[in-house]
C-alpha cells in the first residue's frame, strides 16, 4: 500500500522551528508530485508546499514564502519541511500526499499519511 509516515511534529515556542519528515512507504517519489498540507481545526486542508514531478524548486503558499523550506532527501525517499518563525495560528496537523501535478486541488491528491501535529504556543 503506497502511503507517506510524517514525523517531527510537536510543541514549540512562537519564533521557533521544527522539521517535519515524511517517509514514503511502498514507493519512491520519482514521477510524482509532493506536497505538504496543514489542517488547522474547523479549517479545510490547505496546501503549503509543493514540488512539481521534474522541478528544481519547491512552490510555496504565499503564508509561508521565506518561512517553510521543503527539501527531498537524495534517494527520493523522503521529505522535509523545515519550518522557521512559527505562529501561534499554524497550529495544525500536518500531512504529506501525492498527486500527478501540484496543481490539483487537495481532493486528487494520494497516498495520505496520518498526519503529524504541530503545536505553536507558549
Known amino acids: 500500500q503506497l502511503q507517506f509516515v510524517e514525523s517531527g511534529g510537536g510543541l514549540v515556542q512562537p519564533g521557533g522551528s521544527l522539521r517535519l519528515s515524511c517517509a514514503a512507504s511502498?514507493?519512491?517519489?520519482?514521477?510524482?508530485?509532493i506536497a505538504w498540507f496543514r489542517q488547522a481545526p474547523g479549517n479545510e486542508r490547505k496546501i503549503v508546499s509543493c514540488?512539481?514531478?521534474?522541478?528544481?524548486?519547491?512552490e510555496y503558499d504565499d503564508s509561508v514564502k521565506g518561512q517553510f523550506t521543503m527539501s527531498m532527501d537524495g534517494a527520493k525517499m523522503t521529505v522535509y519541511l523545515q519550518m522557521d518563525s512559527l505562529r501561534p495560528e499554524e497550529t495544525a496537523v500536518y500531512y504529506c500526499?501525492?498527486?500527478?501535478?501540484?496543481?490539483?486541488?487537495?481532493?486528487?491528491?494520494?497516498?495520505w499519511g496520518q498526519g503529524t501535529q504541530v503545536n505553536v504556543s507558549s
Open positions: 511502498g514507493f519512491t517519489l520519482d514521477n510524482l508530485a
Open positions: 500526499a501525492t498527486a500527478d501535478s501540484c496543481h490539483f486541488p487537495a481532493g486528487r491528491f494520494n497516498s
Open positions: 514540488i512539481n514531478n521534474g522541478d528544481d524548486w519547491p
